[in-house]
């Protein structure tokens, strides 16, 4: 069955949004790394890659569903900050536009009764409960280390340990 044409550009612009974010998470990479802490770049440079990937589940769903791939083009990411905690806070606020356009295309294809989207979409409402928290435990382990040096320092050393695949 077709895809809707509201559906149509509404996964196309999630390919873009995906793409987006990966933008932004590099952007948060090299500001990181700028800062001497390579553990928490390395972290941020993962996370870009899986937004890559997350882009080319919708982008290879298109092409599946017999629709053509139209790509936006990507916002400036933001790249300068107060603090640590302010980038992992920018993360935060990012996950949570793309939490509501996920939420977005599950009310779209429900009301369209497009059933073949739902375990695509099934996927990405679980990772993104999974983003948040991962995320959110990392702002709240920084707010914990405050202004301490060595926390920061130990923080940094645990997301470098982060391989390809898991989240934290
Ligand atoms: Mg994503």
């Not at 390395?42 to 080319?56: F, I, K, S, Y």
């Not at 009764?113 to 709240?140: C, G, H, K, M, Y």
């Amino acid at each position: 069955m077709a895809l809707t044409p509201e559906l149509e550009a509404a996964f196309n612009d999630q390919v873009t949004l995906e793409l987006a974010s990966a933008h932004q998470y590099l952007a948060l990479s090299a500001w990181l790394e700028g800062e001497g802490l390579p553990g928490m770049a390395h972290w941020m440079r993962l996370q870009a890659g899986e937004e890559n990937e997350h882009a080319m589940k919708f982008y290879r769903f298109l092409l599946d569903r017999g629709v053509g791939v139209v790509l936006g083009p990507l916002p400036q990411p933001t790249s300068e900050f107060d603090s640590v905690v302010d980038v992992f806070r920018a993360s935060l606020a990012a996950e949570h536009r793309v939490t509501a356009a996920i939420n977005n295309l599950y009310a779209m294809a429900t009301d369209a009764r497009d059933f073949a989207s739902f375990p695509l979409l099934d996927w990405f409402v679980d990772e993104q409960v999974e983003e948040e928290a991962t995320v959110q435990q990392i702002i709240d382990d920084l707010e914990r280390t405050a202004d301490n040096g060595h926390g920061l320092l130990m923080l940094d050393r645990e997301l470098g340990g982060r391989s390809a695949g898991e989240d934290d």
